[in-house]
Structure formats: C-alpha cells, structure tokens
C-alpha cells in the first residue's frame, strides 16, 4: 500500500475532518482526485484504488465523511445530511488550497458529489458516480436500512466477517474468504480490549429514519442533470445492483447522452472499484483530462 499523509481541517460548524493524501507518483500537476465513500464506510475503500490512481500520476484525497473512520462526530446527528457534506468537502478544499478536482463518488458519495456540483460547479473537473443517482430501487434501499445503524452483537473479528457476509454476498458473491477480511478490517476498529466495532457513528441513520429517502425526486433529478450535461461524466454500475436498478441507469443514460457508462460483472451495489471493468473505466476517462 502507498504511503499517504494524514490531512486534518475543521467543518464549518467545528467538527474535526480527516482524509488520507497519496502523492502523485512523478510529481505530475495533473488535477488531483477526490474520493468519497458510500454511506457506512471510509477513507479505506479506497486503499487498492488511490495509490493506483497516484502511480498514473494523480494526488488523490481519499476522505472519512463526518461520522466516519478519522473523522469527528456531529453533537446534532440531523447535521449527518448531504448539504453538511458537501460544505465539508468545500472545507476540506479551501483547506488544502485545492481550486477543482476530479470527484469519485460511491452510493453517497456519487450523491455528495452532485450536491456539490449544485452549490460551486466550478470545483469539479469531472465526476465518476459509482453504482449512484437520482433515484433508488427500494429493493436495495430497504436492505441498507436493515443494517445501517443497528446494534449488532459482534464480539470477535470472525463474527464481524460472518455480518458482512449476511449483508452483503448477495452484492459481492464471488468475494473469497480473504476478500472478505479485508472488506471487514477497512469498516470496522478495534476497541481496548481488541474487539472489532463498525468504524461509524450509529447516529448517521437517524436522518434516515426521520425522513426516508424517496424512490425518486424531482431535486436529485435536477442535481444529477446540473452536473452530467455540464462536467464529464462516467458512471459505474454493478451488473447484480439492488440500488441502480438497470432501467434507472438507462433512463440516466437517455437524459445525459454524453456521459460515458461502464458495467462491473457480478458484482452488485456497489463495486469495490478494484475490479478490473472499473479500473480499466476509470483509467481510461481520466486518461486524457487534465
């Protein structure tokens, strides 16, 4: 795994935020990457991808979204909303003295981006919205909301390894048993006694729960078309996903005729991004970009 610097700023309303930096290999002055995690997870995810993307030549900033591994907490969990994340990534920005950026967004981080996009365009160079967009298939919405948050009892690292399976084999079914250990470590720490907890505040769900994301909106729409008709755009779909339903993706697909597509074979919501279909995507749209 490359090296990488730790990166610390605060949000606006105070709270401490954290991401991984991973020089770019040959110095290069390309514009860096800005990568953002899916809803439950972290900086982590992206520990295959961002020294990749450095070795071709990019810094990349891998974040933990508030809530989240380095990060620190909100005391109000109603703060745990898009437009709070997207303010903290124009911190994290003004921070690092970074002007624009390629953004790679997983679940909500692709949501993140396109909040973003909304509020200061100018900053996105382009987008890669992974397994993402404006709307959702129930399907997968009602399986996140059946582990995001809840009290699970986890004593050991095996019984940790044995939840994600439960929750996510039908999204990754083809993971070996070392895939899945590794997917466990990146979500999870251990506490003082060397027992693994998820890696995120509980209160992330309370939006959630308070007010249930809707299947569709005219609003996420809106921030979806904003950001694809005016930035290059690349979206990633995991063949099996329970999110991205295959006719949601088409329908984004006719709305944004120029934004480039790829698919991930047997993979569901979302793709780790170390598939081979993904990075070969990803590579070459930001091959030739600046």
């Known amino acids: 795994m490359a090296d990488f610097k730790e ?26 990457v800005i990568c953002i995690h899916g809803l439950t997870r972290n900086s982590r ?3 295959d991808m961002a020294p990749w993307l ?12 508030r809530g989240r591994g380095k990060s620190g907490r909100s005391a109000d969990p109603m703060h745990y909303q898009l437009p709070v994340y997207a303010r903290d990534m124009l911190a994290m920005l003004d921070a ?17 981006t ?6 200061h365009r100018r900053v996105i ?73 998820f890696d995120y505040d509980p209160s992330i769900a309370v939006p959630i729960m308070a ?7 005219l609003l996420a729409w809106l921030l979806f078309l904003r950001l694809a008709r005016s930035r290059p755009t690349l979206l990633i779909r995991g063949e099996l996903s329970d999110l991205l339903s295959q006719s949601i993706a088409a329908k ?15 993979v569901g919501h979302a793709p780790l991004l170390s598939e081979d279909a993904a990075k070969h995507a990803i590579g070459a749209f930001l091959e030739a970009k600046p």
């Open 252 to 266: 984004m697909r006719r709305a944004a005729p120029r934004m480039a597509y790829a698919e991930v074979a047997g």
């Open 211 to 217: 007010k249930p994301l809707p299947r569709r909106s």
């Open 45 to 47: 995810d992206f520990e």
């Open 96 to 112: 690092l003295g970074i002007a624009r950026a390629h953004f790679i967004g997983t679940s909500m981080g692709g949501l993140i």
């Open 114 to 119: 396109m909040m973003l996009a909304a509020r």
């Open 54 to 65: 450095a070795a071709s030549g990019r810094r990349v900033l891998a974040v933990d979204v």
């Open 125 to 197: 160079a382009s987008a890669i919205l992974n397994d993402v967009g404006p709307e959702v298939d129930p399907a997968g919405i009602a399986r996140i909301a059946g582990y995001a948050g809840q009290a699970v009892a986890i004593e050991t690292w095996d019984d940790a390894v044995a939840h994600f399976k439960r929750t996510s084999s039908v999204a990754l079914p083809n993971l070996a048993d070392d895939d899945w250990r590794v997917l466990t470590e990146r979500a999870c720490i251990a506490d003082e006694q060397g027992r693994p907890q």
């Open 7 to 32: 990166r610390r700023w605060n949000a606006p309303d105070g709270v401490p935020l954290f991401a991984r930096d991973y020089p770019a290999a040959d110095g290069a002055a390309r514009l860096p």
